[in-house]
């Protein structure tokens, strides 16, 4: 863990999330998706177009909807 590099940490708030897949390959995404749906995972998403996005953030806060929010151009 020491070896943790510079990162302009302030740009971290409240949503924002770093994940990486570098390790993911396609065979593993089908075979992701196949359990997912074998087990009977279900998304739910509400779209925003990007101009909304503060409203989106607002309705996640207070609870509107559950799932994500998609921000759409």
């Known amino acids: 863990m020491s070896d943790i590099p510079a ?3 302030h740009l971290l708030w409240e949503e ?3 994940a990486s897949v ?3 390959t396609r065979e593993d ?3 992701f998706f ?3 749906i074998a087990m009977g ?5 509400k779209s ?3 101009d909304r996005a503060n409203e989106a ?3 996640l806060r207070n609870g509107e909807f559950t799932g994500a929010a998609v921000l759409v151009p």
């Open 16 to 18: 924002r999330e770093i």
């Open 41 to 45: 995972v279900r998304t739910t998403t």
């Open 48 to 50: 925003y177009p990007l």
């Open 34 to 36: 196949s359990t997912a």
């Open 57 to 59: 953030l607002a309705d």
């Open 22 to 24: 570098a390790n993911l």
């Open 7 to 9: 990162f302009p940490y």
């Open 29 to 31: 995404a089908r075979g």
